[in-house]
T-cell receptor, first 114, second 109 residues
Framework: DTEVTQTPKHLVMGMTNKKSLKCEQH?????MYWYKQKAKKPPELMFV???????INESVPSRFSPECPNSSLLNLHLHALQPEDSALYLC?????????????FGNGTRLTVT | TQLLEQSPQFLSIQEGENLTVYCNSS?????LQWYRQEPGEGPVLLVT?????EVKKLKRLTFQFGDARKDSSLHITAAQPGDTGLYLC?????????FGTGTSLTVIP
């Protein structure tokens, strides 16, 4: 079992819907990440939070809105998505953003936009 | 621009065969990590290499970091169906990890 928990595991939403993806870790990690992954492709970095502050936003469209309520929780709010946004959304955490501490991934949310 | 190129992109082999996956770049890295992602799961760290020329072994997996710290390889001996997955190298730059292009491995029983 992964120590990073993501919910829901699967999500189907229409282009006018608003939904949220949730991620939780209790390892005391201070950096949390959102990645987007298409089939058989590497994960693409979307957002990085370090000590609950957004530190990296990799030019992600505004229809994706991250939120870090506390050091254990990370949300990704979705609104007015497009079918091409269908993908596996992975959350990860690390002890610290620097120092090369490894990433711990959740098992992802499989998102389908219809 | 993709800084880390992996080869091959896809690989399908019979159980018991050996294979090598390569991760190449024109940049020098302070460290490099290898992850494996099994179907339906998130990537899991296999190893971190830091020193040029370093060789690390994890059971049937052997990882090598190039002398110039620009490339790395992963060799699997006697592959098993459980080795099936997406293999990803990842480098640290600007205090952030980015992934290579990935190698999708299928081991046929």
């Amino acid at each position: 079992d992964t120590e990073v928990t993501q919910t829901p595991k699967h999500l189907v939403m229409g282009m006018t819907n608003k939904k949220s993806l949730k991620c939780e870790q209790h390892m005391g990690h201070r950096a949390m990440y959102w990645y987007k992954q298409k089939a058989k492709k590497p994960p693409e970095l979307m957002f990085v939070y370090s000590y609950e502050k957004l530190s990296i936003n990799e030019s992600v469209p505004s229809r994706f809105s991250p939120e870090c309520p506390n050091s254990s929780l990370l949300n990704l709010h979705l609104h007015a998505l497009q079918p091409e946004d269908s993908a596996l959304y992975l959350c990860a955490s690390s002890l610290d953003r620097g120092l090369g501490s490894p990433l711990h991934f959740g098992n992802g949310t499989r998102l389908t936009v219809t | 621009t993709q800084l880390l190129e992996q080869s091959p992109q896809f690989l399908s082999i019979q159980e018991g065969e050996n294979l090598t996956v390569y991760c190449n770049s024109s940049s020098v890295f302070s460290s490099l990590q290898w992850y494996r992602q099994e179907p339906g799961e998130g990537p899991v760290l296999l190893v971190t290499v830091v020193t040029g020329g370093e060789v690390k072994k994890l059971k049937r997996l052997t990882f090598q970091f190039g002398d110039a710290r620009k490339d790395s390889s992963l060799h699997i001996t006697a592959a098993q169906p459980g080795d099936t997955g997406l293999y990803l190298c990842a480098f640290l730059t600007g205090n952030q990890f980015y992934f290579g292009t990935g190698t999708s491995l299928t081991v046929i029983p």
